[in-house]
C-alpha cells in the first residue's frame, strides 16, 4: 500500500473505533442488559462483543486509564475499607490522593 492509502486505512479504523467506544459507552449508561440495548439499536451482540474486546486490547497497548461507569447505589454513605481490624469510611468525594494515602496507611498494618 502506499502512504495515502495507509493513512486513509488509519483514519477509518480510528474513526470507528471512536464510533464503537461510544456505542459501548451508550450501552452502559443505558442501565440496560447488552443484548436489549444491542436488539433496539439494531446492532448485533456479537459486533458489540468484538468492538469491546479490541477497545480493551487498545487501551492496554496505550497503556491507558478506561473510565468505567459505575451504578449508583442508594443508601451509600461512601467507601468503605476494612482493613487489621481497622474500619475506614471515606465519602464518595474522595479524591484519588485521599484514597491513595489511606491505602498506604493500611499497607503498613
Known amino acids: 500500500m502506499n502512504k495515502i492509502t495507509t493513512a486513509i486505512t488509519e483514519i477509518k479504523t480510528t474513526v470507528s473505533m471512536e464510533q464503537w467506544q461510544q456505542r459501548i459507552m451508550d450501552c452502559q449508561q443505558s442501565g440496560m442488559s447488552i443484548k436489549a440495548w444491542c436488539r433496539e439499536n439494531g446492532i448485533a451482540a456479537s459486533s458489540y462483543y468484538h468492538y469491546l ?3 480493551r486490547e487498545n487501551m492496554l497497548q496505550e497503556k491507558q486509564i478506561v473510565p ?3 451504578p449508583k447505589t442508594t443508601g451509600s454513605s461512601g467507601i468503605r475499607i476494612e482493613s487489621c481490624g481497622i474500619t ?3 465519602p464518595e468525594s474522595v479524591t484519588a490522593e485521599q484514597l ?7 499497607k503498613s498494618c
Open 88 to 90: 475506614v469510611t471515606l
Open 53 to 55: 474486546r479490541k477497545i
Open 68 to 70: 468505567v461507569e459505575l
Open 100 to 106: 491513595t494515602a489511606v491505602l498506604s496507611a493500611l
